[in-house]
T-cell receptor, first 115, second 113 residues
Framework: DQQVKQNSPSLSVQEGRISILNCDYT??????FLWYKKYPAEGPTFLIS?????DKNEDGRFTVFLNKSAKHLSLHIVPSQPGDSAVYFC??????????????FGSGTQLTVLP | DSGVTQTPKHLITATGQRVTLRCSPR?????VYWYQQSLDQGLQFLIQ???????AKGNILERFSAQQFPDLHSELNLSSLELGDSALYFC????????????FGPGTRLTVL
């Protein structure tokens, strides 16, 4: 049962254009969402996050949008740069048993930014 | 550099063997998490420790166990290894029990032959 889904395994974008990565979730108990970037042979790196009480969060070239009614979030990268080429993971957080926070990850989207 | 360290970087072993993966969290972080990433899959949560105590369990096999020591480093023990256990194993840490943002180490690539 995949509670967090990234339906596009890959995305190619021209340098300077906008990259839009999408993520859908099914569990309404998720109340915090994160995006991680992963380069080969490295661990995931935290990129940006958003609380369920907001619908947008911006940090430089990266903006995350949350549509709670549709259970959908997206990551916009503007402008895209070749160094942004990586696998992007969407993650959703909820409070579990014993007051512990748990992250559930999507399967990732490989972004390739073409020069 | 996230500040989370993992050793070893690579591990090659045979079926039936036992291995131990080690993780040191970021300075000041009390929570440690272990994840498994198999080929072409997302990260699967295995287990969480907070200040030495197990606090959450995910899809962790009975052949796997973990602990967190008084100095807050953690070890993941994998025993009776099978070919399907070949994967990347990531450790992550966060400041507190209920902190959302986790910071990941570089991972240990385990190959079971």
């Amino acid at each position: 049962d995949q509670q967090v889904k990234q339906n596009s395994p890959s995305l190619s974008v021209q340098e300077g254009r906008i990259s839009i990565l999408n993520c859908d979730y099914t569990n309404s108990m998720f109340d915090y969402f994160l995006w991680y970037k992963k380069y080969p042979a490295e661990g995931p790196t935290f990129l940006i996050s958003i609380s369920s009480i907001k619908d947008k969060n911006e940090d430089g070239r990266f903006t995350v949008f949350l549509n709670k009614s549709a259970k959908h979030l997206s990551l916009h990268i503007v402008p895209s740069q070749p160094g942004d080429s990586a696998v992007y993971f969407c993650a959703a957080s909820r409070l579990g048993s014993g007051s512990a926070r748990q992250l559930t990850f999507g399967s990732g989207t490989q972004l390739t930014v073409l020069p | 550099d996230s500040g989370v360290t993992q050793t070893p970087k690579h591990l090659i072993t045979a079926t039936g063997q036992r291995v131990t993966l080690r993780c040191s969290p970021r300075s000041g972080d009390l929570s440690v998490y272990w994840y498994q990433q198999s080929l072409d899959q997302g990260l699967q949560f295995l287990i969480q420790y907070y200040n030495g105590e197990e606090r959450a369990k995910g899809n962790i096999l009975e052949r796997f166990s973990a602990q967190q020591f008084p100095d807050l480093h953690s070890e993941l023990n994998l025993s009776s290894l099978e070919l399907g256990d070949s994967a990347l194993y990531f450790c992550a840490s966060s400041l507190a029990l209920s902190t959302d943002t986790q910071y990941f180490g570089p991972g240990t690539r385990l190959t079971v032959l």
